[in-house]
Antibody, heavy 120, light 113 residues
Framework: QVQLQESGPGLVKPSETLSLTCTVS????????WSWIRQSPGKGLEWIGY???????TYSPSLNSRVSISMDTSKNQVSLTLSSVTASDTAVYYC??????????????WGQGTQVTVSS | EIVMTQSPDSLAVSLGERATINCKSS????????????LGWYQQKPGQPPKLLIY???TRQSGVPDRFSGSGSGTDFTLTISSLQAEDVAVYYC?????????FGPGTKVDIK
């Protein structure tokens, strides 16, 4: 059974960089697309972007200039960085698994999510 | 960007009765080359992540009870719970994975009447 666990600071100051890590167990991150999705009361579920284990990535245009997703196959981890955060980046951040070899697939596994609050 | 809308925002249904949720996309999510609609439905209970119920608009994910069904094509889709159970109280979201950014509907809250 694939399990995803997000970790990282729960509080980030405005203008700083948010960094989260997702550790995947019960399966390899290879051959799959891995997404980050966030959820806030005001914006609902928002897809941030995905990365394939080969290194190719696609990001939401609304966040493209501030976001980066990376992977460490040796540690079976997927990471998210979001720079220059503001209060509107406050949300629950989910790590999620997408398609196998194809990006255009639904999310079949989700982490439990981690709350990130942006505040001074 | 494909915009997803859902209706109603919320509904209350008696136990054992049918619940119907609608989802509409601003552009077609039907891939004519394989005749598949790139549309999924998720269920989210409080304090939990979303759970995939339906993909390709009408295919139930493994382990999902058969009282859940999906239908529709192109831009108009429906999730039906044929006989509402207490454990079905949740928020339901549709999502298109036809083109990036993959987008979600705003959700429909289902309660017991």
């Amino acid at each position: 059974q694939v399990q995803l666990q997000e970790s990282g600071p729960g509080l980030v100051k405005p203008s700083e960089t948010l960094s989260l890590t997702c550790t995947v167990s019960g399966g390899s991150i290879s051959n799959y697309y891995w997404s980050w999705i966030r959820q806030s009361p005001g914006k609902g579920l928002e897809w941030i972007g995905y990365m394939f284990y080969s290194g190719s990535s696609t990001y939401s245009p609304s966040l493209n200039s501030r976001v980066s997703i990376s992977m460490d196959t040796s540690k079976n981890q997927v990471s998210l960085t979001l720079s220059s955060v503001t209060a509107s980046d406050t949300a629950v951040y989910y790590c999620a698994r997408g398609g196998e070899t194809s990006a255009a697939r639904p999310i079949d596994y989700w982490g439990q999510g981690t709350q990130v609050t942006v505040s001074s | 960007e494909i915009v997803m809308t859902q209706s109603p925002d919320s509904l209350a249904v008696s136990l054992g009765e049918r619940a119907t949720i609608n989802c509409k996309s601003s552009q077609s999510v039907l891939n004519s080359s394989n005749n598949k609609n790139y549309l999924g439905w998720y269920q989210q209970k409080p304090g939990q992540p979303p759970k995939l119920l339906i993909y390709w608009a009408s295919t139930r994910q493994s382990g999902v009870p058969d009282r859940f069904s999906g239908s529709g094509s192109g831009t108009d889709f429906t999730l039906t719970i044929s006989s509402l159970q207490a454990e079905d109280v949740a928020v339901y979201y549709c999502q298109q994975y036809y083109s990036t950014p993959f987008t979600f509907g705003p959700g429909t809250k289902v309660d017991i009447k």
